[in-house]
């Protein structure tokens, strides 16, 4: 099958029939549920913007297993221009939507077990790398949508899975079979699960071998028999029940429509298993999940940040302050923020290296750098665009009230401002900069590929601080300096003590 439209990738969820779940109630039809479209049409626009020809050279790649074009979102990088291309993807997408578009996620689960399993192979002569090969040909050619699952419900944080009261709260092996293994167990906070044609998972931390059964990664489609979601509650989102214009961004949502995946005695068959009990290759594979992932961040948000900086910008000149100084001031912050976040995601990407299995990997140290600085800068622009909209995001009235006429033309009286800007076009925008700063999008940018204090452990082991001891040594003089000695052609003790009797002569002469 050719690359999907936005339109046929929708289609296509029509012939899926997964189990999902909402405010207590069944969902007979994702792809016609108005809660969900949002999600839908933002995950759509991965697809769509490959058929332009302004983005084909972003948007698509050519497979190193077929030779065809693909979406670049079933690509594994084959080289530094991939990385590079990946996040000028994400953040194209970013600006497109004004939200999360979901599908990176998947991506970066199909680079980093393709990454692992040859590494994995070559240590235990498992054939996990061929298996996922085949795999990954089939997501290229259908030009699916896996979910990345990674995060495990994780219960009590303080003991390993294999300790935890209810074994659900970690994905596990119940049973090995001839054909496969039998899965049980849960995963949290998915992105894009609903919408997604395949859920493919990894383990959600390093494993010991106690905790084997728990070191986990395999694909199944998302309507597999004994596979539940539940669609996750986020801030103001019956909204979009209420009317087009309260939901802010009603055509593409806030964040990226997470949910709980529980799995049930679900049958796994060997094709689609990529590791099945090797704890020691947890941590790379959580490692470098992580990294790329990471990194998108400096990608994905800093397109949202284009749109709120415009958004700020629009609604300061219809409310006639667009000149002012305090505004273009803070404008200004938000880009020189938002662009040093793009600055750690290129760096990331053109320091990235090759790996054994052939693909290519980011720079993990600067990943972890971009996103800490995303935990942070995201809240500061936010907050900037709030400052510079006013208190009316969070005050404003209904759509409803707009239309009544018993309130109704003199609500849209009291909302205008300058000549040439509609009264409703500045609640539309007032609208989007309050669904992007102050609902769900903030805590997913602290939270999403991992809080703040797993940057910092992986930052705290990648920083190479034993290195910049020894510059410290070197630079102080307790240290041995090669470099010095040449250039002042003598032993560093030599030279010091000539330095001393230098001014000590000089001392004799001056006094
Ligand atoms: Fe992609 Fe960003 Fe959404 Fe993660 S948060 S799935 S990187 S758009
Ligand atoms: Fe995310």
Redesign the pocket.
């Known amino acids: 099958m050719a690359m999907m439209t936005g339109k046929q990738y929708i289609e296509s969820l029509r012939a899926l029939k997964p189990e999902v779940y909402f405010l207590g109630q069944k969902i007979r039809s994702i792809v016609d549920e108005p809660m969900f479209q949002p999600h839908l049409y933002g995950a759509a626009m991965t697809y769509e913007l490959a058929h332009h020809p302004e983005y084909e050279e972003i948007m698509t790649a050519t497979s190193h297993l077929t030779g065809e074009r693909i979406n670049r979102f079933t690509h594994v990088h084959q080289r530094i221009d991939d990385l590079v291309k990946k996040v000028r993807m994400?953040r194209l997408?970013?600006q497109k939507t004004g939200t999360?578009?979901?599908?990176?996620?998947g991506l970066d689960g199909l680079n980093a077990i393709y990454v692992i399993t040859y590494d994995l192979d070559r240590k235990y002569g498992t054939d996990y790398h061929e298996r996922f090969k085949k795999y990954l040909r089939e997501v290229q050619e259908n030009d699916w949508m896996p979910a990345g699952a990674m995060t495990d419900a994780r219960g009590d944080r303080s003991l390993r899975p294999s300790k935890q009261k209810h074994p659900g709260v970690y994905l596990h092996i119940k049973e090995r079979v001839k054909d496969g293994i039998i899965v049980s167990g849960t995963k949290a906070h998915i992105?894009?699960a609903i919408n997604s044609h395949e859920i493919l998972t990894m383990p959600t931390r390093t494993m010991t071998e106690e905790d084997r059964d728990y070191a986990l990664a395999f694909a199944i489609p998302v309507d597999t028999k004994g596979v539940t979601l539940v669609f996750s509650r986020q801030t103001n989102d019956t909204r979009r029940l209420d009317g087009v214009l309260d939901a802010g961004n009603p055509k593409y949502g806030i964040?990226?429509g997470e949910a709980v995946i529980l799995f049930k005695d679900v049958f796994v068959p060997w094709q689609r298993v990529f590791m099945a009990g090797e704890a020691d290759f947890t941590t790379p594979l959580v490692e470098t999940f992580a990294g790329y992932?990471r990194s998108?961040?400096g990608?994905?948000?800093v397109g949202l940040a284009d749109v709120v900086i415009g958004g700020s910008s629009w609604i300061a000149e219809a409310h006639g302050i667009g000149n002012a100084s305090h505004i273009v001031d803070k404008l200004t912050e938000m880009i020189a923020m938002a662009e040093t976040c793009w600055s750690c995601t290129l760096a990331c990407s053109y320091e990235g290296y090759q790996t054994p299995s052939g693909a290519y990997h980011i720079h993990p140290l600067l990943a972890n750098v971009t996103k800490l600085n995303i935990t942070r800068m995201v809240y500061e622009w936010m907050r900037l665009g709030q400052d510079i909209a006013g208190g009316k995001i969070i005050t404003l009235p209904s759509e409803k009230d707009l239309n009544s006429p018993a309130s109704g033309p003199m609500l849209e009286e009291c909302f205008s401002g300058k000549d040439g800007f509609p009264p409703r076009d500045i609640i539309k925008m007032l609208r989007l900069i309050e669904n992007m700063s102050v609902g769900a999008g903030l805590p997913?940018a602290m939270h999403?590929?991992g809080s703040p204090a797993a940057q910092k452990i992986m930052i705290a082991r990648r920083s190479g601080i034993e290195k910049k001891t020894e510059l410290a040594q070197s630079v102080a003089g307790i240290r041995r300096d090669g470099y010095f000695e040449a250039i002042v052609g003598k032993e560093e003790k030599a030279h010091w003590n000539e330095v001393r009797k230098k001014i000590e002569e000089r001392k004799v002469q001056i006094y």
Request: charged share 15%.
């Open positions: 994400m997408l970013g999360c578009f979901q599908r990176c996620v992105t894009g964040v990226g992932h998108n961040y990608g994905c948000k997913e999403g590929a």
